[in-house]
Structures are given as structure tokens and as C-alpha cells.
């Protein structure tokens, strides 16, 4: 494939202060900021997970870490999104499914953690 963006990475073994950890580095595309994630003292596990990641660099799945939480997210759709373009009565049921349903059980978690399943 000529032009494709392809994913990159490799497993990095690393002397932490317990003994030898691999660490995985990636890229989700060339030209993309290089990603290191701690994975452990396992390089078969290790080389498991740079594979899931870069496989879902390539199918469009990855989302990239970040500290944000869904609380921080709500805040900021409602602020930057639903304010500005949904009707009154449609904010205050979604509103209302946030704060009754979605963050009591979801809302400290971050983004990255949240799957459909």
C-alpha cells in the first residue's frame, strides 16, 4: 500500500525499581506522538497488548489516554455542545439521565475506560 499510515511500535524492556518491566512504544500513525505504556514484568503479555493496541490504531478503535473523566466530559458537551444547539426540554433530560443514571456509576472513570460491553 503506498500513502497508508500504518501503525508502529515494539516492546522496550525497562529496569524499574522491582526488576525488569516491558514497556510497549507505539505510534498510532508516522508523525504521531510516540505513546509508552508500562505493561509489566511479562513480554509475551507485553508483545499481546502492543499488538491489540496497534491493531486498533489500523481499524479506527484506538482512543489515545487521557485523564478525563466522563464528569469532565458531561461538563464540557453541555457547556460546548447541547447549550449552544439543543432545545431547552431535550438539555434538561439529558440533564437528568446524567446526573440520575450515567455518572453516578460511570462518571469518576476515564474516558479510556468506558466500552460498550
Excluded: W
Excluded at 14 to 25: A, S
Excluded at 65 to 87: C, G, I, M
Excluded at 95 to 113: K, S, T, V, W, Y
Aim: proline fraction near 5%; hydrophobic fraction near 30%; glycine fraction near 6%.
Amino acid at each position: 500500500m503506498t500513502g497508508a499510515r500504518m501503525a508502529s511500535g515494539s516492546v522496550v524492556a525497562y529496569q524499574g525499581k522491582r526488576g525488569t518491566v516491558f514497556r510497549i512504544v507505539y505510534r498510532e500513525h508516522p508523525g504521531a506522538i510516540q505513546r509508552k505504556e508500562t505493561i509489566g514484568p511479562d513480554r509475551r503479555e507485553a508483545e499481546r497488548v502492543l499488538r491489540a493496541r496497534l491493531a486498533a490504531c489500523e481499524d479506527g478503535s484506538y482512543v489515545a489516554p487521557t485523564r478525563q473523566t466522563l464528569r469532565d466530559f458531561s461538563e464540557r458537551f453541555r457547556t460546548d455542545y447541547a447549550e449552544p444547539r439543543l432545545r431547552r426540554k431535550t438539555r434538561i433530560d439529558y440533564e437528568a439521565m446524567l446526573r440520575n443514571h450515567i455518572l453516578p456509576e460511570l462518571g469518576d472513570l476515564r474516558l479510556e475506560e468506558i466500552t460498550p460491553s
